[in-house]
């Protein structure tokens, strides 16, 4: 069922709900150890697990490896096929910019050109970040747009973000990079003649030319060049899907861009560690009703093929689970955006373990949370954007569809 | 695979269908007693669960909680969401109109007006049945419409539904409920123009002036509101999607309705207990080819919260289930249409425990049909809509897709 008809079912509560994402959860056996989550000892999620019922959720599709934007996507109920998110907007929502409808942004490659003006270097020779930041200080301080405000933010490395912000922009423009070096940068070109986009094409044309000036001097990052541009379209907020008022506690920008994209109040406190969000989420937990906690390294482990560093973050936090649990929220569901199994050192398309907790779940005959015990689990295999209608049914938060 | 789809590999053949529907199938823990599947003793189902692939659906969407009319479409194998049924479709169906297509039918809610005109109570004081029967009886007596037929009949309390049959009508006509009292009724106004709108929108509003007439001297029931006005469309039949020959046994008129909607010969027989309805099985065992059996009263008691009587019913109707089976059905279904756990009070979004029945089912390893128990079950959780194609596969009444 789509996202708007669940829409149309959801209904105002007072029930809370909170959803704890591990992202990469789900792994594969290691050495004959089992899984991040067989090896780890997690009594507390076991517990729960008891309660709840359990299997696993597809983010996207069988046998496909997600992204962590639409992973997110997915587990916040919108159609990851549907709400494509550009690199633009991705690269912009990395950096914690805070992205308006209209807005156009599109990813910055530094790059290196020669007297002829042909690229030698695609990467400007991979700049270290500081040198990166300083360039991107230069060029902001410099470049000046006509009739739009144009910002600029360093991502990393070679790599930056811009936007432009104005009225009546387009955002169908082709890449200017052109994949290969001895070639200039390419004339940022609509893709489809419009208004909007010649209007916009312009002011990126214009752009790289300034640009190409105020770098002139530089020794690697002379030249840039532009990706992913994208007219940025707002999602419909969880306030106005569901009568949900959501927050966001997350520690990387790319996970608090997603949460603001649904409308969530993103949760800035400096948190770092899993117990430091567990305790902006106390300290938040009067105030929402909707909580989305995620716990990045469970992933950055798994892709550094870092068993044992994923077994000690699950055990981390498992060992705040009764803090969530004090809290009495009326749904809680555990799992990942997708799994990161160490021995892959990457995403992968392998299901998601999934339990979901509330007094009226049914519960399983499931007694642990891993890949193994969650085979005999109640939900079997459903699909990523099912979780928020569980979860808002679990709540009492849907109407009955049709008399 | 949509119903065309399916209706295309559809054959005949000599094979019997049964579908045994017990209403609000499928439960919660209630006090420890477990579900009342679990609670009662069901020998006859658990054994026809040993020869019978297992498991559970989900008749909408998972979280969403359905509806009695989309939840039995659903199982008749019609997309619930494509085939969405009108509040005033519903309404004729409950009592037992027999529409057809092209009908414009809407429910009437009596209301009070004052001399001003104006909405005092919009439920006319919640009059009593017999008073409702009355104030209908002398509304269809009076009222006369140009050119057109129009049925009204009583349907309970304060509640009716009138039915306009005649050429070009159409049924994109708002509520003319204003929802609050201190109001007049609104006109009946079209929400697209079109002829058709605009023809029934200027009868429903003579209906709507002739009953303000007739019932200027009613204490209560003085003034009328109309609600769910749609134009009637009839589903693709049984007979000419899947050469099948349906017939309905059924005690409560919403459920003849959404049968006779599906093309089923609905059994009038004054029938009343389960029993009753098994004897009618017996009867016309010889005359179709499917059987659609409606068991009402588990779902009646677990809106009421009343565990025992919804065991009861199930221990009654498994008492009766060798009568079924001495008929020697080649395909027997169980299953409900909905969950409706007596600690909610409610249907719910909760998977329906489903079992098929057919010599080459592949059965499972289940041995007692139950929530738990099916968790192990061979078809894990399908749509509702699957039901139909699986029925017709056990019956081999479906060809190879492709060669």
Not at 93 to 118: Q, S
Request: contains cysteine; negative net charge; proline residues 7%.
């Amino acid at each position: 069922m789509s996202m708007e008809m669940i829409s149309q079912l959801a209904v105002t509560g007072d029930t809370k709900l909170a959803l704890l994402v591990f992202d990469g959860l789900g792994g594969l056996d290691s050495e004959g150890r089992g899984t991040a989550l067989e090896a780890a000892r997690v009594p507390n999620l076991d517990a729960l697990a008891k309660e709840s019922v359990t299997g696993f959720h597809t983010p996207i599709a069988q046998g496909v490896t997600p992204g962590s934007g639409p992973a997110h996507l997915s587990l916040f109920g919108y159609d990851p096929i549907k709400h494509t998110i550009g690199r633009g907007v991705l690269e912009a929502l990395g950096v914690d910019f805070p992205l308006r409808k209209g807005d156009v942004p599109a990813r910055i490659n530094f790059c290196t050109i020669g007297p002829d003006g042909l690229i030698t270097d695609r990467r400007a020779g991979r700049i270290p970040s500081e040198e990166g930041a300083r360039v991107v200080a230069k060029l902001a301080a410099a470049i000046k747009l006509p009739g739009v405000e144009c910002e600029i933010r360093h991502v990393k490395e070679y790599r930056a973000a811009v936007v432009l912000r104005g009225e009546g922009l387009g955002g169908e423009i082709a890449d200017t990079d052109p994949q290969v070096t001895g070639k200039p940068p390419l004339e940022p070109a609509p893709t489809r003649d419009t208004p909007q986009n010649r209007k916009t094409a312009a002011l990126l044309a214009e752009f790289a030319q300034q640009a190409k000036a105020i770098l002139a001097d530089e020794p690697k990052a002379n030249m840039l060049t532009l990706r992913g541009i994208d007219l940025f379209e707002p999602l419909p907020s969880f306030q106005d899907l569901y009568h949900l008022n959501p927050t966001s506690i997350a520690v990387y920008p790319m996970y608090k861009g997603v949460s603001r994209l649904a409308g969530m109040t993103v949760q800035e406190h400096g948190q770092e560690t899993p117990a430091d969000e567990f305790a902006i989420l106390e300290k938040v937990w009067n105030n929402f009703d909707y909580f989305f906690i995620h716990i990045k390294k469970t992933d950055s482990y798994g892709e550094d093929g870092n068993f044992e560093g994923r077994v000690h973050v699950l055990e981390e936090v498992d060992a705040l689970i009764p803090r969530l649990r004090a809290l009495n929220p009326d749904v809680i569901a555990v799992t990942g955006d997708h799994s990161t199994p160490s021995p892959l050192k990457s995403h992968s398309w392998h299901p998601v373990p999934l339990m979901i907790y509330s007094k009226h779940c049914r519960a399983d005959r499931v007694e642990g949370f891993n890949e193994t015990a969650l085979l005999a689990g109640g939900l079997g295999t459903i699909h990523g954007t099912s979780i928020l209608p569980l979860m808002l049914a679990n709540g009492k938060r849907l109407a009955k569809f049709g008399a």
